[in-house]
């Protein structure tokens, strides 16, 4: 399924033929299961608690990519990026837009003379011979997903595109999958346009009002050259958010998630992330404020079409999820001094 969730296209604000998928995966396992006006996916797992909240979870489907600006006259593309799209990482990489067209990304000027923020030099060569042709085949606005296989790799290693946040989609479908009787409703989501703004997590906390959130995304693998400054790593387990750039996560409640971790003997690591976010930082300024953590897959090579992730983190993500929003947590959401 993790394979089959990657080699979906779902550019941002584009994300229906994934949203299809997830909802056939975990229909019989819900107890109420909508799509929104936004596209967000939310499955309900109702809670028996006599004093229960809400927990809502996000996993968000769309992933990175480009998009069509400009038809030029020799049949080219002028692009622009969807989300966190690097032009050095774009660059001699293959792209498919929703039809299944297909082209490779190249550039105006020589690549080393490339500003990170030139994605305006770049362009798709489809190998139409003018702009008549081309148009036969996309139009404005179309988007395109970078083509990356899913492939393993040595140990428990495996490489694709769009593990962000792919994988985390699949933690969230094994979890709702696994989970029997839970004490609060917990409200799994499925975002969209994550990439472009946290778009999705916005609107669907705002109409779940939960109590708690827990964001599920990747992080940085920092066992690389080059990239030290952090501390999660492939396969030493499930990385739990400390802060990032977007959010400060609960401090009790994170105490509860590594009391968790310890209790079940699954193996995680802390992370606190110098840059970069996550839906947690939509959800924790949502209605009036709302707790929330964080669970991460460490990745090497984020955005690019050739991340790469472990299976044990990943496992231990399922089980860390799974066993933490069963329990009975003292969710504290107001303190009444007087």
Known sequence: MLKELTQLWGVSGRERRVSD???????????????????????????????KKKIMTAAHMDEIGLSVVKIMDNGLIL???VGGVSPYVAYMNRV????????????????????????????????????????????????????????????????SKAFDDRSACYIQIETIKQLKEVYHDIYFVFTV??????????????SIHPDLGIAIDITGSFDIP??????????????????DSSVICDEILTQSLIDCAKEGNVPYQLDALRAGGTDAGAINKSNG???????SIPTRYGHTPNSIINLEDVRACIRLLTEFVQKPLNIVTEEIIK
């Open 79 to 81: 692009v622009k990026n």
């Open 289 to 295: 404020g709302v707790k929330v953590l964080g669970i």
């Open 96 to 159: 498919r837009f929703a039809n299944g067209t297909t082209g490779c990304v190249s550039c105006n000027k020589a690549v080393q003379d490339l500003k990170p923020n030139e994605i305006d030099q770049l362009y798709v060569d489809i190998g139409a011979k003018d702009k008549e042709e081309a148009k036969k085949y996309i139009q404005i606005g179309d988007c395109a997903s970078f083509l990356g296989e899913y492939i393993k790799l040595a140990g428990d290693n495996v490489m």
């Open 21 to 51: 998928y997830i909802i056939d995966q975990i229909t019989p396992y819900a107890d109420e299961l909508k799509r929104d006006a936004m596209g967000n996916v939310i499955a309900l797992k109702r809670g028996c608690g006599e004093n």
């Open 193 to 206: 346009q994550e990439e472009v703004g946290l778009f999705g997590s916005t609107t669907s906390a705002e």
């Open 226 to 243: 080059g990239d030290d400054f952090g501390t999660p790593v492939l396969g030493k387990g499930a990385a739990i958010k400390i802060n």
